[in-house]
T-cell receptor, first 115, second 113 residues
Framework: AQTVTQSQPEMSVQEAETVTLSCTYD???????LFWYKQPPSRQMILVIR??????QNATENRFSVNFQKAAKSFSLKISDSQLGDAAMYFC????????????FGPGTSLSVIP | EAQVTQNPRYLITVTGKKLTVTCSQN?????MSWYRQDPGLGLRQIYY???????DKGDVPEGYKVSRKEKRNFPLILESPSPNQTSLYFC????????????FGSGTRLTVV
């Protein structure tokens, strides 16, 4: 059973605005890692951001940041000052329910950026 | 340039005709993996390898084979392809396993008719 859920199959954002993509997961592990990957139309998969569960501080990479809520098992991605090049499929990846060292990917969210 | 090289980029084949998708990485990574991507299902792991001569099944291994004779290469073999193996395939590598984050190849779009 899928343990990483992305409830928004499609989203859109106006250029220069901020958008948040949602991700929830299910695990019984206490230490694990979470990821957001970007897949632009070129289909190349690119690691956007990585979060270690035992770190309280939310990870940030330039305009990309996460809101990690460990108790709620939520891991959302915030994209600030959206650019046309941000248009892509975004995949959340997280731990399996009973295995911290294996990752499972969510179904993806397709993000469109409106000029 | 550090990269994962995957070939071919596109492949159309007929049912039952054996094929191999090659994957090579130049980063000296120990961990390599194959995924297939299907709409609405995300990426699902087919096989992975933690080191030379060490391979293990992922979530959807049926109909696939792999080998890891050298650290840099991890080919995916479809002995008798079927239409349900039509998909987008990715090879990925990591120096510390999946929790370190992957470097992906550019993908292979496979169509089995």
């Amino acid at each position: 059973a899928q343990t990483v859920t992305q409830s928004q199959p499609e989203m859109s954002v106006q250029e220069a605005e901020t958008v948040t993509l949602s991700c929830t997961y299910d695990t019984s592990e206490s230490d694990y890692y979470l990821f957001w990957y970007k897949q632009p139309p070129s289909r190349q998969m690119i690691l956007v951001i990585r979060q270690e569960a035992y770190k309280q501080q939310n990870a940030t990479e330039n305009r990309f940041s996460v809101n990690f809520q460990k108790a709620a098992k939520s891991f959302s991605l915030k994209i600030s000052d959206s650019q046309l090049g941000d248009a892509a499929m975004y995949f959340c990846a997280g731990p399996r329910k009973t295995s911290y060292d294996k990752v499972i990917f969510g179904p993806g969210t397709s993000l469109s950026v409106i000029p | 340039e550090a990269q994962v090289t995957q070939n071919p980029r596109y492949l159309i084949t007929v049912t039952g005709k054996k094929l191999t998708v090659t994957c090579s990485q130049n980063m000296n990574h120990e961990y390599m993996s194959w995924y297939r991507q299907d709409p609405g299902l995300g990426l699902r792991q087919i096989y992975y390898s933690m080191n030379v001569e060490v391979t293990d099944k992922g979530d959807v291994p049926e109909g696939y084979k792999v080998s890891r004779k050298e650290k840099r290469n991890f080919p995916l073999i479809l002995e008798s392809p079927s239409p349900n193996q039509t998909s987008l395939y990715f090879c990925a590598s990591s120096d510390t396993g999946p929790f370190g984050g992957y470097t992906f190849g550019s993908g292979t779009r496979l169509t089995v008719v």
